[in-house]
């Protein structure tokens, strides 16, 4: 038998933790975790980004015990490894290897690496008394908001102004590990059919709502079948609603709808938008390089849109002067509402980030409802919790705009994970982001 090639042999742990620690580092110092983990090796990316993701969800509790532990900050790389391996331990229940294996390969990395060996010695030194005192420890830090929630304080804060009855059941839903949940196209399959497909390939998916499915286990996407050809994207329920909210009644003024998708990248609701209809789809984004991913997008799904890379703030340097059916606003924002899939986020949000980034969605407004015909229609939609970013967005904008016309939307959809929440009317299984819709109705001209 040929042994094993040493590329196939899984990487180490002490090599993933230090991989690990630099994305936790990169996220502190105002980087977002998506550049920080493309940087690393490709062998160690996937493990890393499991391990970074576990660690930013729990670098509040993190943080307060390292602060217990040592009272003085280690220089920053130190740093970063020491908290990311108390986010990784702290709870026994919940980590991804044995604690005192991560305390060990914690300070193997700390040796192996240039900028921490002169710290190893203090790194465990504190991991092992955190072993050793981690009731107590953990007790301590009971009473910080921050190391409760592992969120900012801010954002604590606003979460309980904004959803009051809810504010705990959204943390808890923010720091749970999401499913992976897939759109089935409608012009090739039904999620029925699509999960038997799946099911003869020995992957368990389950239907949820109309167009999705959800996947018992995470996979790359290249080994789902139907992938690949485009009868499958991935895409979560909450965000599933977005086509069918803009689609529903609407009538084109001609012979097929005219539509735009503003600031559309990747282009996940262009392509629902032209699987559920046969219309003419423009999809906007300011980015070329976004713009490129539209286009790779509906490539693989094999639909065609006009994709153009333009600032939808300013119709005047794109617009043709022909009024839309339907313009789908997914506006730029703080993301609190899918932290879940990207708990980097709080982390790198600012609390003056919600003011600049509602002034930003209003001038969005501003901008494009004029483009609506008369009797068309506008959806406003945000992946945000936040109220500024939703609810009194759109009252603003109703009150400086008589002829708009609020319709029946979700609203404010908060984030859940599990059977037992609440689904949306698209999710019976109750595990989306959080989101907002809202549906403007033109009056008749």
């Given at each position: 038998?040929?042994?094993?090639?040493?590329?196939?042999?899984?990487?180490?742990?002490?090599?993933?933790?230090?991989?690990?620690?630099?994305?936790?580092?990169?996220?502190?110092?105002?980087?977002?975790?998506?550049?920080?983990?493309a940087a690393v090796p490709a062998p160690l990316r996937a493990g890393t980004q499991a391990l970074a993701f576990q660690a930013l969800r729990h670098l509040g509790r993190a943080q307060a015990l390292r602060t217990l532990?040592?009272?003085?900050?280690?220089?920053?790389?130190?740093?970063?490894?020491?908290?990311?391996?108390?986010?990784?331990?702290?709870?026994?229940?919940?980590?991804?290897?044995?604690?005192?294996?991560?305390?060990?390969?914690?300070?193997?990395?700390?040796?192996?690496?240039?900028?921490?060996?002169?710290?190893?010695?203090?790194?465990?030194?504190?991991?092992?008394?955190?072993?050793?005192?981690?009731?107590?420890?953990?007790?301590?830090?009971?009473?910080?908001?921050?190391?409760?929630?592992?969120?900012?304080?801010?954002?604590?804060?606003?979460?309980?102004?904004?959803?009051?009855?809810?504010?705990?059941?959204?943390?808890?839903?923010?720091?749970?590990?999401?499913?992976?949940?897939?759109?089935?196209?409608?012009?090739?399959?039904?999620?029925?059919?699509?999960?038997?497909?799946?099911?003869?390939?020995?992957?368990?998916?389950?239907?949820?709502?109309?167009?999705?499915?959800?996947?018992?286990?995470?996979?790359?996407?290249?080994?789902?079948?139907?992938?690949?050809?485009?009868?499958?994207?991935?895409?979560?329920?909450?965000?599933?609603?977005?086509?069918?909210?803009?689609?529903?009644?609407?009538?084109?003024?001609?012979?097929?709808?005219?539509?735009?998708?503003?600031?559309?990248?990747?282009?996940?609701?262009?392509?629902?938008?032209?699987?559920?209809?046969?219309?003419?789809?423009?999809?906007?984004?300011?980015?070329?390089?976004?713009?490129?991913?539209?286009?790779?997008?509906?490539?693989?799904?094999?639909?065609?849109?006009?994709?153009?890379?333009?600032?939808?703030?300013?119709?005047?340097?794109?617009?043709?002067?022909?009024?839309?059916?339907?313009?789908?606003?997914?506006?730029?924002?703080?993301?609190?509402?899918?932290?879940?899939?990207?708990?980097?986020?709080?982390?790198?949000?600012?609390?003056?980030?919600?003011?600049?980034?509602?002034?930003?969605?209003?001038?969005?407004?501003?901008?494009?409802?004029?483009?609506?015909?008369?009797?068309?229609?506008?959806?406003?939609?945000?992946?945000?919790?936040?109220?500024?970013?939703?609810?009194?967005?759109?009252?603003?904008?109703?009150a400086h705009n008589t002829d708009a016309v609020l319709g029946p939307a979700p609203g404010h959809l908060i984030p859940q994970s599990g059977a037992k929440a609440a689904p949306v009317p698209d999710n019976s299984a109750?595990?989306?982001d959080g989101f907002f819709y809202a549906v403007l109705d033109k009056r008749p001209g």
């Open positions: 038998m040929t042994p094993a090639s040493p590329a196939a042999a899984a990487p180490p742990l002490w090599s993933l933790l230090q991989a690990t620690a630099g994305v936790v580092r990169a996220v502190g110092e105002g980087t977002s975790a998506t550049p920080a983990l532990l040592a009272r003085r900050a280690p220089p920053a790389p130190a740093d970063a490894l020491l908290r990311t391996g108390l986010a990784l331990c702290w709870d026994p229940a919940q980590a991804p290897y044995e604690p005192h294996t991560l305390v060990n390969q914690a300070v193997e990395a700390a040796k192996r690496d240039r900028a921490t060996a002169g710290q190893s010695s203090f790194i465990n030194a504190c991991l092992r008394r955190f072993l050793r005192e981690r009731e107590a420890l953990v007790v301590r830090t009971e009473g910080s908001p921050v190391a409760r929630w592992n969120h900012p304080s801010w954002w604590i804060t606003r979460v309980r102004q904004d959803h009051p009855q809810q504010w705990e059941d959204i943390l808890r839903a923010s720091n749970a590990q999401p499913p992976m949940t897939l759109r089935v196209n409608a012009r090739r399959a039904t999620p029925q059919s699509q999960a038997e497909v799946l099911a003869a390939a020995g992957i368990a998916a389950y239907p949820a709502g109309t167009h999705g499915l959800v996947l018992q286990r995470p996979l790359p996407v290249h080994q789902i079948p139907g992938f690949d050809d485009g009868v499958l994207s991935v895409q979560d329920a909450a965000a599933q609603l977005a086509a069918p909210l803009l689609l529903r009644g609407l009538a084109p003024a001609g012979d097929r709808l005219r539509i735009l998708d503003a600031c559309a990248a990747p282009g996940g609701k262009t392509a629902h938008l032209l699987e559920l209809a046969d219309a003419d789809v423009t999809a906007l984004d300011v980015d070329p390089q976004r713009c490129e991913r539209i286009t790779q997008t509906l490539q693989r799904l094999g639909l065609p849109a006009r994709v153009l890379a333009a600032d939808a703030a300013r119709p005047e340097a794109w617009w043709d002067g022909v009024s839309f059916d339907g313009i789908l606003l997914d506006a730029p924002c703080t993301a609190s509402g899918i932290v879940r899939r990207h708990p980097d986020v709080r982390w790198l949000r600012r609390e003056s980030d919600i003011a600049s980034l509602a002034a930003a969605q209003a001038a969005l407004l501003t901008a494009l409802w004029p483009l609506v015909r008369p009797g068309g229609r506008l959806l406003y939609c945000t992946c945000s919790i936040f109220r500024a970013e939703g609810q009194a967005q759109i009252g603003s904008f109703l109750g595990d989306h």
